[in-house]
C-alpha cells in the first residue's frame, strides 16, 4: 500500500538539517572565582569620582604648610556664613576644619584643598591631601567625634590623595544642650 505522491521525484531538503556539534570533552561547571573584599573595586574600572550636586558648594586650595589649617578655617567660616546658617556652631565648624587640613598637610603633599558642601542643615567638610598612598590617621577622628555638632567623620583613599571629611549639622540648637 504506497501512495502515488510517495513514488515521485526526490528533492533535497532548502536548507540543511541542524544537528549539534559533537562534543571533544564534557563540559566544565564554571571554576570558582576569588572571594573580593566587600566595597572593592573591579580591576580595569575607573574609580568613581567624587560628585556633590544641588547644593551650595565652595573649593579652596592651600599650599601645605604649617599655616594652611589657620587659613583654611578663616576661609572656610567666611564662606559658609554666606550660605545662611544661623545654626552652625561655627568654634566646632573652625576646629573640625584645621583638624582635617593638619591631617592632610601630615600626608606630605605641596598643596591641600578644602571643599564645602551644604544640604539639609548640614555642612561638609572635606580637606584632599593631593598626596596617594597615604594611612588613615585615628586620632584626628576621636578628636572630631567629641565635637558636638558632627554627626559623621572619616577617610577615604583614591589616587589622587586622602580625602578626609567631617559632617556637621548646622540646624538651630533648640531643646538640645550645647
Known sequence: MTSPEANGP???PT???KSPVPQKRPTESPRPQPAREPGARLPG?????MRIRNRQTAAL????DEWAPAKAARQALAVVRGWGCPGLDEQDMETAVKLLVAAAVKDGGRRVSVHLADQEEKILVVALSHRPGTAPEGEVFATLQVLATVDSCGDDLADDGRRLWALLDA????????
Open 45 to 49: 574600572l575607573p574609580r568613581p569620582r
Open 61 to 64: 586650595t592651600f599650599r601645605a
Open 10 to 12: 526526490k528533492l533535497s
Open 171 to 178: 540646624a538651630p540648637r533648640s531643646g538640645r544642650t550645647p
Open 15 to 17: 536548507y540543511p538539517p
